[in-house]
């Protein structure tokens, strides 16, 4: 028996007896639960991701082409251009450090449903981008009053298109800032749900990042 | 000897014969030592060492990497934070369903 249904060819069908059936019920047996892939985050959270992947490639276009006109260049800055305000620019990176650390504490609050230290972190951070926003402001007006301006020279405008877009971003991130307080004062973020205050963080500590790279290479290399 | 052979060593036959070897040898020469062949690679008419073609291989190197850092960060972020949920899940859910329970494979003579 045993030779037999070895030497049985593959495509006959299988005898009655062999064929087993369940002990109990009948049909095929449960199909193994399904356990989905955890959730990682919002699609918010990984399109802000995306985003920032963006931006952090047009800020690299930018500091491709300040790199050329440096390092291509023997005296930098060229002559009869006003030289840069490293100190007071190295004491506004502080504070635009510093508001990186209250927007990641705005974060830690929102986890434990702390809204009182939720606006409070929220406003500090707002106040401390916009000192940012002041002081950046101020420097320029005293630098186009020096006579650096956009068509000064090359040394200008590649100094205004690399530190204006990223005061651009600061001030639309400021404004983006400001509607996540107002929305924070109106209760609408909680433990659970806070999506818009995290896109928020991560956007704001972006540009935080940004700037010491900005600084190192505009003003101090 | 198909008509593509029969072609091709035809034209083997003209271009190994002496005159055509001397002509090509002069044609490539020529063609490297004339400056305005090389002119259009931005890099190669300045020498080394000289500070614009350092400029361009820098700012060539950087946005050369600066891709890979970009992806690589964002991956490396959607890495950690699957690994992160996949903790939080294990920490939470029951380790085994009830309803692995309903069917033994063993038991029910499969």
Same mark, same amino acid.
């Given at each position: 028996?045993?030779?037999?249904?070895?030497?049985?060819?593959?495509?006959?069908?299988?005898?009655?007896?062999?064929?087993?059936?369940?002990?109990?019920?009948?049909?095929?047996?449960?199909?193994?639960?399904?356990?989905?892939?955890?959730?990682?985050?919002?699609?918010?959270?990984?399109?802000?991701?995306?985003?920032?992947?963006?931006?952090?490639?047009?800020?690299?276009?930018?500091?491709?082409?300040?790199?050329?006109?440096?390092?291509?260049?023997?005296?930098?800055?060229?002559p009869f251009q006003p030289r840069l305000p490293v100190g007071v620019t190295g004491v506004n990176t502080l504070i635009l450090i510093a508001s990186a650390v209250t927007m990641r504490f705005s974060l830690k609050a929102v986890r434990v449903n702390d809204r009182k230290m939720l606006i409070r972190c929220l406003t500090y951070t707002a106040v401390l981008g916009?000192?940012?926003?002041?002081?950046?402001?101020?420097?320029?007006?005293?630098?186009?009053?020096?006579?650096?301006?956009?068509?000064?020279?090359?040394?200008?405008?590649?100094?205004?298109?690399?530190?204006?877009?990223?005061?651009?971003?600061?001030?639309?991130?400021?404004?983006?800032?400001?509607?996540?307080?107002?929305?924070?004062?109106?209760?609408?973020?909680?433990?659970?749900?806070?999506?818009?205050?995290?896109?928020?963080?991560?956007?704001?500590?972006?540009?935080?990042?940004?700037?010491?790279?900005?600084?190192?290479?505009?003003?101090?290399? | 000897?198909?008509?593509?052979?029969?072609?091709?060593?035809?034209? =083997?036959?003209?271009?190994?014969? #002496?005159?055509?070897? @001397?002509?090509?040898?002069? *044609?490539?020469?020529? /063609?490297?030592?004339?400056?305005?062949?090389?002119?259009?690679?931005?890099?190669?008419?300045?020498?080394?060492?000289?500070?614009?073609?350092?400029?361009?291989?820098?700012?060539? =190197?950087?946005?050369?990497?600066? #891709?890979?850092?970009? @992806?690589?960060?964002?991956? *490396?972020?959607?890495? /950690?934070?699957?690994?992160?949920?996949?903790?939080?899940?294990?920490?939470?859910?029951?380790?085994?369903?009830?309803?692995?329970?309903?069917?033994?494979?063993?038991?029910?003579?499969?």
């Amino acid at each position: 028996m045993a030779q037999s249904s070895t030497a049985r060819r593959l495509d006959e069908a299988l005898p009655q007896s062999v064929a087993k059936q369940p002990a109990f019920g009948g049909g095929e047996p449960p199909a193994p639960p399904v356990r989905p892939n955890p959730t990682i985050g919002s699609n918010a959270w990984v399109g802000t991701l995306m985003f920032l992947g963006a931006e952090a490639m047009f800020f690299a276009g930018l500091i491709g082409a300040y790199i050329v006109f440096r390092v291509g260049s023997a005296i930098w800055p060229p002559p009869f251009q006003p030289r840069l305000p490293v100190g007071v620019t190295g004491v506004n990176t502080l504070i635009l450090i510093a508001s990186a650390v209250t927007m990641r504490f705005s974060l830690k609050a929102v986890r434990v449903n702390d809204r009182k230290m939720l606006i409070r972190c929220l406003t500090y951070t707002a106040v401390l981008g916009g000192i940012f926003l002041l002081i950046q402001g101020f420097e320029w007006l005293r630098l186009i009053h020096f006579g650096l301006t956009v068509s000064s020279s090359v040394y200008g405008s590649l100094f205004y298109t690399l530190i204006g877009f990223h005061g651009l971003h600061v001030f639309g991130a400021l404004i983006w800032l400001l509607v996540v307080l107002v929305r924070a004062k109106q209760g609408r973020f909680s433990r659970e749900g806070h999506v818009g205050l995290q896109t928020c963080c991560m956007y704001w500590t972006f540009v935080v990042a940004l700037w010491p790279v900005l600084y190192g290479l505009v003003y101090l290399y | 000897m198909t008509v593509i052979n029969r072609y091709v060593s035809f034209w =083997l036959g003209q271009i190994m014969k #002496p005159k055509w070897i @001397v002509f090509l040898c002069s *044609g490539l020469t020529a /063609l490297i030592a004339n400056p305005l062949t090389i002119q259009a690679c931005s890099v190669c008419v300045t020498g080394a060492g000289d500070p614009t073609a350092d400029a361009f291989n820098w700012s060539v =190197l950087f946005l050369m990497a600066t #891709p890979y850092a970009v @992806v690589g960060s964002i991956a *490396g972020g959607l890495f /950690l934070a699957y690994r992160r949920a996949v903790a939080k899940r294990e920490q939470t859910e029951t380790p085994e369903p009830i309803v692995h329970l309903a069917w033994n494979d063993k038991e029910s003579g499969r």
